[in-house]
C-alpha cells in the first residue's frame, strides 16, 4: 500500500501540476499558433505561385489562340479578295471607293466599258446564282 502512495506522489508534484514538464496554455499555444501561421503563410505562398502558374498557362493559352485566329482571318481576307475579279483586285482601294463606292458589280461595268465613241454601252454581267445571294442575304440579317 505503501508503494500505492508513492506511485501517486511521483505523478502529482507538490506545486499542483498535473505533469512535471508542464507549460502554462498560453507557452503552449504560442509555438503552434507560430507554427500554424508559418504554416498558413506556406500554403498562402503555394497558392499564389500555383495562382500565377495558371495565369501565365492562361496568357499562352490566349496568345496561342490569338495567333491562330490571326491567321484565320488573313486566310480568309486572302479568300474573299481572291474571288474578286481581276479587274477589282487591280484597282486601287481609293478608286473603288470613291468611283464606284465600294460596289464591285459598279466597278466591273465600269472597267468594262467597250465603246470608243464616248457612250457608255456596257457588257451585261451575268446575274448573280441565287445561292449566292441566298448566302449575302444571310450574312446580313442581323442576329
Do not use: W
Amino acid at each position: 500500500m505503501n508503494s500505492a502512495l508513492q506511485d501517486t506522489n511521483r505523478d502529482t508534484p507538490q506545486d499542483g501540476c498535473k505533469s512535471p514538464g508542464a507549460l502554462s496554455s498560453r507557452s503552449v499555444r504560442s509555438p503552434n499558433r507560430q507554427a500554424h501561421i508559418q504554416l498558413a503563410n506556406e500554403q498562402r505562398q503555394a497558392m499564389i505561385e500555383n495562382f500565377d502558374m495558371e495565369v501565365e498557362d492562361k496568357i499562352r493559352s490566349m496568345r496561342a489562340q490569338h495567333e491562330a485566329d490571326k491567321m484565320d482571318l488573313v486566310l480568309k481576307a486572302d479568300c474573299d479578295i481572291a474571288q474578286l475579279p481581276k479587274c477589282v483586285r487591280d484597282m486601287s482601294l481609293v478608286t473603288f471607293l470613291r468611283d464606284y463606292g465600294g460596289d464591285v458589280s459598279a466597278a466591273v461595268r465600269g472597267v468594262l466599258k467597250i465603246d470608243d465613241r464616248g457612250r457608255e454601252s456596257m457588257v451585261p454581267l451575268p446575274e448573280t446564282p441565287l445561292v449566292i445571294r441566298a448566302r449575302r442575304k444571310a450574312a446580313t440579317k442581323p442576329t
